[in-house]
């Protein structure tokens, strides 16, 4: 019989990209018990808040043996630790296109956690957002209330206390594959590096189509765009007025 693993939730969120940003965090350990994180920043971003809200899930269990199972909707956060972060480090921390990686302090003290567990001791989960999972909605409420700077009480207590129902767990918790936007998204072309959007005045860097769509979607003025590289991103976010670092 396989041993139980120790349940993970994590998110990351930013009012303004950068703004005042929060993250959350749900340990739940196979003995039973509950411990809620959160922190927050009064200038990040969404992508910072993920990274860090994985960091800090996973500091907090340095010396804690047993496998992980780590639960987030950050598509960014997965698809880095679990690939991009090997041609990162053997380019000396440089993308494909030979610039520097963003959040590269972020990026090393997670590779530097997740390596010492072992590959095999640590699984990551996409959840989708706002889907109703019991977990995803009570971390993202967490990360929220630290961005808006009204933080919630944290609960750290027995499982059996817990008032939210923590273990109902997704079936599938594969990532989503990449997909080209629909007609009129995008005129790009060459497969997807990153995906991105501008919803009043602040832009944003998409893993999938998906993400950016739902972050545009039904939004006035909302701008949206492939890249197909790391200099294509540069090059869209000049023509919409903004610097490359605004993400």
Same mark, same amino acid.
């Given at each position: 019989m396989?041993?139980?693993?120790?349940?993970?939730?994590?998110?990351?969120a930013?009012?303004?990209?950068?703004?005042?940003?929060?993250?959350?965090v749900?340990?739940?350990?196979?003995?039973g018990?509950?411990?809620?994180?959160?922190?927050g920043?009064?200038?990040?971003?969404n992508?910072k808040?993920e990274l860090?809200?994985?960091?800090?899930?996973?500091?907090?269990?340095?010396?804690?043996r047993?496998?992980?199972?780590? =639960?987030?909707?950050?598509?960014?956060?997965?698809?880095?630790?679990?690939g991009?972060?090997?041609?990162?480090?053997?380019?000396?921390?440089?993308?494909a296109?030979?610039t520097?990686?963003l959040?590269?302090?972020l990026?090393?003290?997670?590779?530097e956690?997740?390596?010492?567990?072992?590959?095999?001791?640590?699984?990551w989960? =996409?959840?989708?957002?706002?889907?109703?999972?019991?977990g995803? @909605?009570r971390?993202?409420?967490?990360?929220?209330?630290f961005a808006?700077?009204k933080p919630?009480?944290?609960?750290d207590g027995?499982?059996?206390?817990? #008032?939210? #129902?923590?273990l109902?767990l997704?079936?599938?918790?594969s990532v989503?594959?990449r997909? +080209? #936007?629909?007609?009129?998204?995008?005129?790009?072309?060459?497969p997807? =590096?990153?995906?991105? &959007?501008?919803?009043?005045?602040?832009p944003m860097?998409h893993a999938?189509?998906? +993400?950016? @769509?739902?972050?545009?979607?039904?939004?006035s003025?909302?701008?949206?765009?492939?890249?197909? &590289?790391?200099?294509? +991103?540069?090059?869209?976010?000049?023509?919409?007025?903004?610097r490359p670092d605004?993400?």
């Open positions: 396989s041993e139980q693993p120790i349940t993970v939730f994590t998110d990351g930013s009012k303004g990209n950068p703004g005042p940003g929060g993250w959350g749900i340990i739940v350990t196979p003995d018990h509950v411990t809620e994180l959160g922190g920043a009064v200038v990040t971003t992508n808040m860090t809200g994985a960091i800090e899930a996973l500091s907090r269990l340095q010396g804690t047993g496998p992980v199972s780590v =639960y987030t909707d950050s598509t960014y956060v997965i698809q880095g630790i679990g991009w972060v090997y041609g990162w480090k053997r380019r000396g921390w440089k993308t296109a030979g520097d990686v959040n590269r302090v990026w090393e003290q997670l590779d956690l997740t390596s010492a567990r072992g590959p095999r001791s640590l699984t989960h =996409y959840v989708r957002g706002h889907v109703g999972i019991p995803n @909605e971390v993202d409420e967490i990360a929220d209330s808006t700077q919630v009480a944290l609960y027995p499982l059996s206390g817990y #008032p939210v #129902p923590i109902d997704p079936d599938d918790t989503p594959a997909r +080209e #936007p629909s007609a009129g998204a995008s005129r790009s072309t060459g997807a =590096y990153s995906y991105l &959007s501008v919803v009043d005045g602040q860097r999938t189509w998906s +993400e950016c @769509e739902r972050r545009v979607k039904g939004r003025g909302a701008r949206f765009k492939k890249a197909t &590289s790391a200099a294509d +991103e540069q090059v869209i976010l000049r023509s919409w007025g903004l605004d993400v």
